[in-house]
């Protein structure tokens, strides 16, 4: 009799302990998801931080350089195919006679930031992307990111228009209209699924959303304005005319891939670089 007791009192527990167990799994199943939204909230709240100092760094730069936003070497052409890459990322100086810093560059632009500005590298880091500040040693003897896919998740606005931009009064200055759409998380490009050039304003949210940066899981951008404010945006379209900021003018099924890495069409048109792809 003592026996039996001994063996429905070890039964007994041995149910306790796998209910417990169970709801134990079963509250972690609850609670990991809430714990992942909380810590993308904290993401994008950093991520919105950083776009506004690198806004701040951007206009003191401005009033540095007589109301010009950063850009190196600028050759102007009726087409104008902006180099993405970190070339010259060597050399001592981007304006120096013989440096390396090929002509219309994006990222020596954005670069010069870190070499004139009181601006961390981690800035140009969205805390939600996978990545590592740029090494601060020599930024001011270095023209470029040390590792572009590594060192960069925002883009900024082209700043080498083509001939026909600049006859429209393109122009990267502190004199912008307020809702001109400075930068961005990292234009995702042509990454595979990608639907940046397909997407128009009336398509569904579904295809809306794989148009959006990768930095937040497709949910939308942090978006830097010319007048200072960041927001997050859940379309593409946003800016001035409601344009497609991360290709030339709308995009639309009838862009080429040659819209994503061009220069703006009109004083009003955003094409943040470099993306992803690049």
């Known amino acids: ?29 609850l609670l990991l998801p809430a714990i992942g939204k909380s810590r993308e909230t904290a993401n994008r709240v950093k991520c919105a931080s950083n776009l506004r100092q ?21 050759v ?28 219309n560059c994006v990222p020596s632009a954005i670069f010069l930031l870190l070499r004139t500005e009181d601006i961390a590298s981690a800035v140009f880091v969205c805390p939600s992307a996978i990545k590592t500040p740029d090494p601060e040693n020599n930024a001011t003897r270095r023209s470029n990111f040390t590792d572009l896919k590594q060192n960069l998740s925002y883009s900024y606005a082209n700043p080498y228009p083509d001939n026909g931009a600049l006859a429209r009064g393109y122009k990267l200055t502190n004199a912008l209209d307020a809702g001109f759409v400075v930068a961005a998380d990292l234009n995702p490009g042509a990454t595979v699924g990608s639907k940046v050039l397909g997407v128009t304003m009336m398509s569904r949210a579904v295809e809306l959303a794989w148009a959006n940066s990768r930095n937040h899981q497709l ?32 995009g639309g099924p009838n862009a080429s891939k040659d ?12 094409v943040l670089l470099p993306t992803e792809t690049d």
């Open 219 to 250: 949910a939308g951008q942090n978006v830097l304005f010319a007048d200072g404010h960041v927001e997050f945006d859940a379309t593409v379209f946003v800016g001035e005319n409601q344009d497609n900021i991360y290709c030339r003018g709308m």
């Open 259 to 270: 819209d994503i890495v061009n220069s703006p069409k009109d004083k009003d048109d955003s």
């Open 76 to 103: 102007a052409a009726d087409k104008v195919i902006p180099d993405v890459t970190n070339g010259g990322a060597d050399s001592a100086d981007p304006f120096a006679a013989g440096n390396t810093v090929p002509a």
């Open 1 to 29: 009799m003592i026996r039996s007791n001994n063996a429905r009192r070890r039964g007994s527990a041995l149910v306790a302990m796998i209910v417990l167990i169970s709801l134990a799994a079963f509250g972690a199943g």
């Open 54 to 74: 690198i806004g701040m760094a951007i206009q003191l730069y401005a009033s540095d350089n007589r109301g010009a936003y950063p850009r190196t070497k600028f």
